[in-house]
């Protein structure tokens, strides 16, 4: 999945290119944990380059740095890498940086206490950095990881995870645009090792007059839930509700229409979070209550639904009771949790005389999934 793009990707396929793949992933395929010693069997990073250019673009590869991947490497032996890493970007019109994790450094009873890159691969990506070349962080491993400081100096960040026996193709089709990335993160990246938890899933909380921010930086995730960019661009119409109020055991359905407004195919997941602005308790900033994954091509406009009822609206209560309480909710429709460019819509649950009333905490007036329920007045 693609999480970063200043437009450099995808990468123009011409002959006379010269690439600098560098990093422990560089010429290694990785599978992550339960797949047995398959390791020679998946097509590398490396081959993947070499299938899609040819015989005819230089690659100039080197690992950089082989933590992980084979017996910790001495300070001489890594120093080594990291100088041969330099030459070899400065020879390059574009540097690809393959890091992340092996199954040797995450998997089941492989906690780790520095959620940083293992080994010296920080060290490696700010000397490679510092050579200002266009620079593609690859990242390959089953983790998220504290590297604020890498991606905030990259042209473009690839997210690959355990990408199996074709991984390499898959990347290398995409770093070249062969096929159009459309994948969502399913969880947080924090911006430095200090900033966990920073998942989107939170209760609110006073933010004012610098309150609640970090002194070195800003407290929103580095990548949020749900991000993820494409090689076209989307945009979203107004929500449409079938209703404006339902009952306590009603359901509104929800309809927003996607159009590519850019000029190559793509996948969109699109989803759906809804906010419950008054409760008995303190409810979360907002929940994911739906997805869906479409394809649309350039120009192409096409509608999307969701039905928010009992199990989207629903909360535990302070005596632990499944209810819905009346009030009002905000339904957004968007590309991410963080997405602003999105569209949103507010919807009362309750009867007229609950709309009327429903100015504070919501009262004692409720329905559990078990009780009999009325519809709206």
Known sequence: MLLVND?????????????????????????????????AEGVTPLQGLQGVLGKNATILQVPGSTFGIEEDETKEA??????????KAEQADTVVLTLGGTRKT????????DIRLPGRQHELAHAVLDIGKPTVLVLIGGRPWAIGDIVERCNAVLLAWYGGSEAGRAIAETLFGVNNP?????????????????????????????????RQHDKLP????????????FLYSPIRLSSERIGLAGSVTVTVKVTNTGTRAGDEVVQC?????????TPF????????????????????????????????????ERVVEPGWFTVQVAGSSADEAGTSAR????????????????????ISREEDMEAPD
């Open 7 to 39: 437009g450099l990707l995808p990468l123009a396929d011409d002959a006379a290119c010269r690439i600098a793949l560098i990093g422990p992933h560089s010429d290694h395929c990785e599978y992550g944990g339960y797949v047995g010693d398959i390791t």
């Open 347 to 366: 919807f009362f649950v309750g009867n007229n005389e609950t709309q009327r009333a429903c100015t504070g905490p919501a009262g004692a007036t409720k």
């Open 182 to 214: 459309g994948g969502k993160l399913c969880m947080s990246f924090p911006r430095s090792i200090g900033h966990t938890q920073c998942s989107y899933l939170r209760r609110p909380f006073f933010n004012g007059a610098g309150w609640g921010d970090y």
């Open 106 to 113: 995450c998997g089941e009873g492989r906690d780790n206490a």
């Open 222 to 233: 580095l990548f949020p839930f749900g991000h993820g960019l494409s090689y076209t661009t």
């Open 285 to 320: 900033v907002k929940r994911l209550q739906g997805f869906k994954r479409i394809r649309i091509e350039p120009g192409e406009s096409r509608e999307v639904h969701f039905t928010l009822s009992f199990d989207e609206l629903a909360l535990w209560n302070e005596h632990m």
């Open 78 to 87: 890594g120093d080594r890498l990291i100088e041969e890493a330099v030459r």
């Open 273 to 281: 979070y809804v906010t419950d602005e008054v409760a008995s308790i």
